[in-house]
């Protein structure tokens, strides 16, 4: 049996496989496009057609993976949505209270 390197779980002679690096490809990949989403979503703020919010939730849910300030921003925009979610999905229903009449 040979003897694998502690340091890399790789046996002497061996490369490492490719994965590794598109590993590390795709993480800088991930980390560019997280901050061009959040940054689009900053500037798309205050223009009314496009909704900036989506943009930043969508570069959260990148970065989501890497970093642990992007997971705990995501959840607290996720819980907001649910928060919302229950205020207005309330409204409305059949059953709960018969709608207002306006004159």
Not at 15 to 32: C, G, M, Y
Not at 69 to 91: C, E, F, M, N, T
């Amino acid at each position: 049996m040979s003897e694998v390197e502690p340091t890399t779980g790789v046996e002497p002679g061996e490369e490492l496989a490719p994965r590794k690096q598109v590993s590390t490809l795709r993480k800088i990949f991930d980390w560019i496009l997280g901050i061009l989403l959040i940054v689009a979503g900053i500037i798309a703020g205050p223009i009314p057609i496009l909704q900036g919010w989506i943009f930043v939730g969508l570069g959260l849910m990148v970065l989501s993976s890497h970093s642990r300030l992007a997971r705990k921003l995501l959840d607290r925009l996720k819980q907001a949505g649910h928060d919302i979610k229950a205020r207005v999905g309330g409204r409305g229903k059949s059953g709960d209270e018969p709608p207002k009449e306006t004159s």
